[in-house]
């Protein structure tokens, strides 16, 4: 019988002390990680949304890392993690007044503007408050990132970025600083081809603005969930540094996946094994609503065994969880030797796994462990069943109006 480790931790020991269902990120592989894009100089700023838990983002503000947000929710995190506001740039097609000027009060370092009234909007609050806001518009290239539709946001008919024809007659506004262009074509993307489109179209525009300093590249590299193959944080690197040769523009990278995907496991026990005339199920402790990419967009993740039985024969099995929906899986039809009780790694969820975890069901969320050296600590405690409805009213709260 051998057991599953993560750097020599031995899975079934973290599942004694923090029980299952959790996420358990690896410090080291995320630092590996960092380490390889820190390499290129480059402005690295992390897209929070990939995995947005405090200690996370603590390891990344400790490498003086800059941070990609979508929101003030996303901020704060990032402040109450020790992150540097000069370090941040902020995206999203739906800023509120209320995020801008709290950006604006924080001193970011770039509002990614995504459409004229957003970048309308920005000037109106810049200009009450007295402050140029520092502004990257980001340009839609049209360019098709070849990825789940979901996840491409570079095309015609996705809603993020400014057309590109439009960019050609811009108004100057007294209250912004128009520093950069930028673009995200998508994520999961497993060629570097269309990454190249992406800047030969971003370089084109350049040159036409005078003002432009930044060239901001977004997100999106691939990493490796099955059996694809996309290219190496350093292949990539050295893709961008050769399209960029002799260029003169800082260059910003806002990698979430890479950065943190391969780190990250979802330790979840066996509760029953139902055999029918037409399948057999493994009812797993952990549902769509801890890890919702196999139903959302029907994710491929390995699933392994902590524990190896010689003993038991080998079945194919639907993987799925508890909750009250058919698309509550997380694999269908895998071989595996496995009986009540088992633990099983869902391997590949350090990013974009507890970041889109939700309470469906009236399911808590989660704890969250990083496993460091041979140590493991606490990042997130499970929520309680107090926790869960500790905001809701018995008999509503009367808002006087
Ligand atoms: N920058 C912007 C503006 C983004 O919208 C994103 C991701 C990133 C950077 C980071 O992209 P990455 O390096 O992680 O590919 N929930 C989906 C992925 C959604 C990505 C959204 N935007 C999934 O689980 O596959």
Redesign the pocket.
Known sequence: MTMLTIEGVPLNEIAKKVGTPCYIYSRALIENNWKAFEKSHYKICY?V??NSNLGILNLFANKNAGF?I?SQGELERVLAAGGNPKNIVF?GVGKTKEEIKCALQVGIYSF?VESWPELERIQEIAQLMNKKAPVTLRVNPNIDAKT?PY?A?GLHHNKFGIELKEITHLKSYSHIDLIGLGC?IG??IMDLEPFGEAIDCLLNLAKKINSIKILNL????GIQYKDEKPPSIKEYLSFIEQKLKDQPYEIIL?????LVGNAGILLTKVEYIKETPYKNFAILDAGMNDLI?PAL?D?WHNIIPVTLHTDIKPKLYDLVGPVCETGDFFAHDRELAIKPDDLLAISTVG??GAS?SSNYNSRPSIAEVLVDKDEFYILRERESYQDLFAKEKLNGLYVNG
């Open positions: 897209a949304k990939a990609d979508v995206s990614n789940h996840i946001t995200h994520s999961q977004g997100g999106g590299l806002e990698p979430g996946r890479s990419r967009y994710a990013a974009y889109m």
